[in-house]
């Protein structure tokens, strides 16, 4: 994916500076079929294009379909120097954790 189209999703991560936030991992053709409602997609691979605009410190949750590439991301993040960063595996449990709605 071209970083340069990640920075107007990076840009909106500023709205969330005092919540977590939440992350797909997912590409964009899984995101669109199915989403925890104000998650971002980044797909795993490209997760460290947050560097750019995300502090270290912040709460950062993240999803996929089975939590396999989630992980990924997570172990990437925390390389990085992350350090509040949670792999919560599927979309549904990720949205149940949250309690929040998949939006389709």
Not at 9 to 24: N, P, R, T
Not at 47 to 66: P, T
């Amino acid at each position: 994916m071209n970083k340069l189209f990640l920075l107007p999703v990076l840009l909106s991560f500023q709205l969330f500076a005092s919540d977590a936030i939440i992350i797909d991992v997912r590409t964009p053709g899984e995101f669109n079929t199915g989403h925890i409602e104000s998650s971002k997609n980044i797909e795993w691979q490209e997760i460290d294009i947050i560097k750019e605009s995300i502090n270290k410190n912040q709460k950062i949750y993240l999803y996929c379909r089975s939590g396999n590439r989630s992980q990924k991301a997570t172990d990437i993040l925390i390389k990085i120097g992350y350090e509040n960063v949670e792999n919560l595996g599927s979309l549904n449990e990720a949205a149940n954790f949250l309690k929040m709605k998949i939006i389709k």
